[in-house]
Nanobody
Framework: QVQVVESGGGLVQPGGSLRLSCAAS????????MAWYRQAPGQTREWVAT???????NYVDSVKGRFTISRDDAKNTATLQMNSLKSEDTAAYFC??????????????WGQGTQVTVSS
């Protein structure tokens, strides 16, 4: 089994920065893509950013130039550096890890989410 835990959310003023962390643990054999999603109240979950094992990144247009995704394969972690935050970035942020464990093979694992609130 694989567990995913996000951290680093909080309350920040517009224009501020936050750094989210995602840690995967358990019987991990390998990790493929790691991604961040977000979900605002009353809205569907939205893809934000992805990073492949080779370090290739992709972002939703609304965060390009402001957010940066990175990963540390030695620690099975991913981070999302968020700068120039806007009120519309307010949401619960979730990490999705595409991992292979010793029993289940490849599948996606979600964390419980971390809340980001951008408000003055």
């Amino acid at each position: 089994q694989v567990q995913v835990v996000e951290s680093g959310g909080g309350l920040v003023q517009p224009g501020g920065s936050l750094r989210l962390s995602c840690a995967a643990s358990g019987s991990i054999v390998a990790i493929n893509v790691m991604a961040w999603y977000r979900q605002a109240p009353g809205q569907t979950r939205e893809w934000v950013a992805t990073i492949t094992p080779t370090g290739r990144t992709n972002y939703v247009d609304s965060v390009k130039g402001r957010f940066t995704i990175s990963r540390d394969d030695a620690k099975n972690t991913a981070t999302l550096q968020m700068n120039s935050l806007k009120s519309e970035d307010t949401a619960a942020y979730f990490c999705l890890v595409d991992a292979r464990d010793a029993v289940s093979g490849w599948r996606g694992y979600w964390g419980q989410g971390t809340q980001v609130t951008v408000s003055s």
